[in-house]
């Protein structure tokens, strides 16, 4: 995703509650409906045609209906190496691991994005070393992910599911990656048009691991159920266009501190609604890491700036 512009109007506070809220919900809302369009559809298919739809849609819009330029060599590269760590490591691991693990288990671990961010921070040349409230957040977040994943005599029962826990951490890695890359790389002016390229690129990587798996071979339409499709629109709709566009558009008009606390609140809404509409379990366990998860994460995203 583009950096954010110095030089914007200040938008008025309902337009702010309104994206904030759309961030912090519908993002939440997307692993219950990950959960529900894999019951009948193959998981990397599902997302590859999912992006490449919403993709087209943005890339088209952005360029025929905003006006951006037409992107250049270096902004395809870039863009396709942020779209490739974005959404075939992070967003296709998740995909994949809800196979093994439930939406509210996923989305705790995939909190823990804002811990290998600032690590990837402050090890890449030139990095920001981190303030001890930072490591202390890092401490937290890591100790709630053992916890989580860790011996079931801890709290008794509902251990996760090891290498469905293990490719969502791989995921929130990538995922990661893909944003502090994102953040020095040459792309598009236009966070439309660079949030659709990314999608484009993305959703490709995600079919050709489809196919190289079989996956459309043994895909069969009349088997998709109708909860399963309305996932996957709803997945389309709100959670690639409308919630990334309100995501970047927070982004260019609000400080990337504050922005992140998507990362914290995505979690809780995911387990509620996990549990709310999907019978997930939930058990003690899940409850003390969600505290110390979030706990973590509160003080990484909140601690002060520094000047880069």
Same mark, same amino acid.
């Given at each position: ?85 974005? =959404? !075939? /490591?992070?967003?296709? *691991?998740? #995909? ?6 439930? %939406?509210?288990?996923?989305? $705790? &671990? ?118 399963? =499709? !309305? /996932?996957?629109?709803? *997945?389309? #709709? ?6 990334? %566009?309100?995501?970047?558009? $927070? &982004? ?57």
């Amino acid at each position: 995703m583009s950096t954010p512009s110095a030089s914007q109007a200040s938008p008025s506070q309902l337009a702010l509650f309104v994206a904030f809220a759309i961030v912090y919900v519908v993002w939440g809302s997307t692993y219950l409906a990950i959960l529900f369009a894999i019951e009948t559809l193959p998981p990397f298919l599902m997302a590859g045609v999912r992006f490449l739809f919403a993709g087209a849609l943005l890339y088209a819009w952005s360029r025929f209906v905003g006006g951006a330029p037409r992107p250049g060599g270096a902004q395809w590269r870039a863009t396709g190496i942020v779209g490739t760590l974005l =959404l !075939l /490591g992070g967003n296709g *691991l998740v #995909v994949w691991s809800e196979q093994r693990i439930p %939406s509210g288990v996923a989305a $705790l &671990l995939v909190g823990t994005v804002p811990c290998f961010m600032v690590l990837l921070d402050w090890l890449r040349p030139g990095g920001h070393k981190p303030s001890g409230r930072v490591v202390l957040g890092l401490v937290l977040g890591l100790s709630g992910l053992a916890w989580l994943v860790g011996p079931d005599s801890l709290l008794g029962g509902g251990r996760a599911d090891v290498i469905g826990a293990v490719a969502v951490v791989f995921a929130s890695f990538s995922w990661a990656a893909g944003s502090i890359y994102s953040r020095h790389a040459p792309m598009p002016s236009s966070p439309s048009l660079s949030t659709g390229m990314q999608m484009l690129a993305g959703g490709g990587a995600l079919l050709a691991v489809s196919v190289a798996l079989g996956e459309p071979a043994e895909f069969t339409l009349a088997a998709v159920s109708l909860r399963s =499709l !309305l /996932g996957f629109l709803y *997945l389309i #709709v709100f959670g690639s266009i409308l919630a990334f %566009s309100a995501y970047i558009w $927070l &982004l260019q008009v609000s400080t990337p501190a504050r922005v992140s606390t998507y990362a914290y609140v995505n979690p809780v809404v995911a387990v509620l609604l996990g549990w709310a509409f999907a019978n997930e379990a939930l058990t003690p366990r899940m409850l003390v890491a969600a505290a110390v998860i979030v706990s973590g994460v509160a003080l990484i995203t909140l601690s002060p700036r520094r000047a880069e």
